[in-house]
């Protein structure tokens, strides 16, 4: 059974809600407390939650083509905030235009995202990375305070 | 007769109400001097003389309860860990207790911090910080500090409960009393606990450290905070009658404001920020009529006070430096009266303003959204002014006006068609006080005593009391 605190939400002024509700019930449903901060969420907002419920991972959802905008900066909000370790995954419609999806990848790894899932993504394969990545941070987060 | 002798030790005054529990009236009033810096006797003393020469030989009164905002009021320290969450959660908590906050920290204490706390000396520290099974470190860290430092108050702890038993070991040498998380969930508010626990440090230690308890053989309790008693006078009168309410009262240093209403979106808006609580009060420590007559004119802009009270921008700057020397001087000249009457409607238009939620439209690829920070009052059903300024005004609605919504500024959620009502006796923080032991006289009490002010002047108001709805 997985533990720790979640965050998930929709950045920016985007309003597509149903995707990240989807993730939302999967991630409560496999045992995760989860901190829905849904639609039009500021980027600041999700690093204000996380700091408070010592998140472990932050789900940020993007649908409408500006995230690449909205997601400019969101590793530095977050050690800005202390949360160095904190895992930052990203998914949904991430730019406009035809760029190739290895492209797009990497524009969002470049900006410190931990995982891009393209469109399409299920949430089995969500929970899958968190298996694998949580307890790879915790023991990073464990090494970083000693 | 069955009668109760109502109290508050003041700043500026000794105020007594006495009111016959049966015939639901008011027998009189009286007032002395403050002097709880010297012997707080020699005041109420001087009040209770004032009282009988006004109300004849006083009877055996059942209940003497008192409320106190008397040497600095209650002063507090708020502590929390995401300035907009639960360091905001915790001010909202001590604001309701009818605090005054002289100071608020987010984040890790630093040793500047601390000493600025301690310089501070406020009578109680509210320390929150982490939900329930979140941020642990940061409220520990806090604590810890806290705990070593020369700080003698006591220090109420609404944090992380996960984090309560260390804490407890870290403030082992300080008065800690330890009560409910303010956020136990991420954007859940939870303030009545730690409202209480703050009420009952007051009562139990606060009361006797500020020497309010050398009057104990005129009083039986002191019951709360005078903030907290209008804050529970006008729940009192909410929740017994009048629906969803919002309380004024500009003062001569500050301008309280309080909301007894849900305050929730209309359908498709979409809330932002940290849930409000349904019983709401704000301070405006720049908003007052005298010591803080300048920033008044600041806030509002110096044409527009000489504007609204037709004298010239020359005159306003003498007038307002003459006011903030004499705090306790009264108007006396017509320009001197038309000042005063411009200050308070600038200080109950801003003060409500900032009270109330506003909406912002957002631009999105599927429309337009209409985003509400804070509370929307626009349905709120009365408006009720109360405090010295008001009750002295020759014409109160013209002030209580500028709590309605504005069509110049149509974004503000200000309330739309209330009924405007006075507390032309300062009554409703003696009714606060009452409800504690009398909840019935105390309502019909307070009803009684507030007037319609859009019927005062109708032939068919009797008296232009109120009845319920």
């Known amino acids: 059974m997985p533990s720790g605190t979640i965050v998930t939400g929709v950045i920016g002024s985007d309003t597509h809600i149903v995707g990240n509700r989807i993730l939302t019930m999967a991630l409560e449903k496999a045992g995760y407390k989860v901190v829905s901060l849904g639609a039009l969420t500021p980027?600041?907002?999700?690093?204000?939650?996380?700091?408070?419920t010592r998140a472990g991972a932050i789900l940020v959802s993007s649908l409408y083509g500006q995230g690449e905008l909205d997601c400019r900066g969101f590793r530095d909000l977050?050690?800005?905030?202390?949360?160095?370790?904190?895992?930052?995954?990203?998914?949904?419609?991430?730019?406009?235009?035809?760029?190739?999806?290895?492209?797009?990848?990497?524009?969002?790894?470049?900006?410190?995202?931990?995982?891009?899932?393209?469109?399409?993504t299920r949430s089995e394969a969500v929970l899958e990375w968190l298996a694998q990545d949580?307890?790879?941070m915790e023991s990073r987060a464990k090494k970083h305070k000693m | 007769?069955?009668?109760?002798?109502?109290?508050?030790?003041?700043?500026?005054?000794?105020?007594?109400?006495?009111?016959?529990l049966e015939a639901r009236r008011l027998i009189g009033s009286g007032q002395g001097p403050s002097t709880v810096t010297t012997d707080i006797n020699v005041g109420m003393r001087a009040a209770l003389e004032d009282l009988e020469r006004r109300a004849g030989k006083l009877p055996r009164f059942r209940y003497r309860l008192a409320s106190s905002s008397a040497a600095g009021g209650l002063r507090m320290v708020t502590i929390g860990l995401v300035r907009e969450l639960t360091a905001e959660a915790a001010r909202q908590a001590a604001l309701g207790a009818g605090a005054k906050l002289v100071g608020t920290f987010a984040y890790r204490l630093t040793e500047n911090d601390l000493e600025k706390i301690t310089a501070l000396a406020p009578d109680i520290v509210l320390l929150a910080g982490g939900t329930d099974g979140g941020n642990m470190e940061v409220v520990l860290h806090n604590a810890a500090a806290l705990g070593a430092s020369r700080l003698a108050c006591p220090i109420v702890y609404a944090g992380n409960r996960g984090a309560a038993d260390e804490a407890r070991r870290l403030l082992s040498s300080k008065t800690a009393i330890f009560t409910e998380n303010v956020m136990p969930e991420f954007n859940v508010l939870d303030i009545e606990p730690a409202r209480a626990a703050i009420r009952s440090v007051f009562i139990e230690r606060i009361v006797h450290?500020?020497?309010?308890?050398?009057?104990?053989?005129e009083f039986d309790a002191v019951v709360m905070p005078t903030p907290a008693a209008v804050l529970e006078g006008a729940r009192l009168v909410a929740d017994g009658a009048l629906g969803s309410v919002l309380v004024v009262d500009p003062g001569g240093a500050t301008t309280d404001v309080h909301s007894v209403a849900p305050g929730e979106p209309a359908p498709g808006v979409v809330p932002q920020g940290l849930p409000e609580p349904r019983v709401k009060r704000t301070v405006e420590g720049d908003l007052g009529m005298r010591h803080n007559a300048a920033t008044v004119v600041e806030a509002a802009g110096i044409a527009a006070i000489a504007a609204d009270a037709g004298i010239g921008e020359e005159e306003v700057k003498a007038l307002v430096k003459n006011l903030t020397a004499n705090a306790e001087h009264l108007p006396v000249t017509?320009?001197?009266?038309?000042?005063?009457?411009?200050?308070?409607?600038?200080?109950?238009?801003?003060?409500?303003q900032r009270h109330c939620g506003t909406l912002k439209t957002v631009y999105t690829p599927t429309g337009p959204v209409t985003v509400q920070h804070g509370k929307d009052l626009r349905r709120v059903d009365a408006v009720i002014g109360t405090g010295g300024v008001l009750a002295a005004s020759a014409d109160a609605r013209a002030i209580l006006s500028r709590a309605l919504?504005?069509?110049?500024?149509?974004?503000?959620?200000?309330?739309?068609?209330?009924?405007?009502?006075?507390?032309?006796e300062y009554l409703l923080y003696a009714c606060g006080?009452?409800?504690s032991v009398e909840p019935h006289a105390a309502l019909e009490l307070a009803l009684a005593n507030l007037t319609d002010l859009d019927r005062e002047f109708a032939p068919d108001a009797a008296g232009g009391s109120v009845h319920p709805r």
Request: glycine share 8%; charged share 25%; aromatic share 6%.
């Open chain 2, 405 to 424: 919504a504005d069509a110049r500024e149509p974004l503000a959620l200000k309330p739309v068609a209330p009924r405007l009502l006075l507390d032309r």
């Open chain 1, 43 to 52: 980027a600041a907002d999700f690093v204000r939650a996380a700091v408070e």
């Open chain 2, 1 to 20: 007769m069955n009668s109760a002798l109502l109290i508050d030790f003041g700043s500026t005054y000794t105020k007594l109400r006495a009111v016959d």
């Open chain 1, 134 to 136: 949580l307890p790879a």
């Open chain 1, 78 to 120: 977050c050690t800005e905030a202390g949360l160095e370790d904190i895992l930052l995954y990203v998914g949904g419609n991430l730019v406009v235009g035809k760029r190739s999806w290895a492209e797009t990848e990497q524009t969002y790894l470049a900006m410190g995202f931990d995982r891009v899932a393209p469109p399409g």
């Open chain 2, 209 to 217: 450290a500020k020497g309010i308890d050398r009057a104990a053989a």
């Open chain 2, 334 to 352: 017509t320009n001197e009266k038309a000042l005063d009457h411009a200050l308070a409607r600038a200080a109950v238009g801003i003060a409500v």
């Open chain 2, 433 to 435: 006080l009452l409800q």
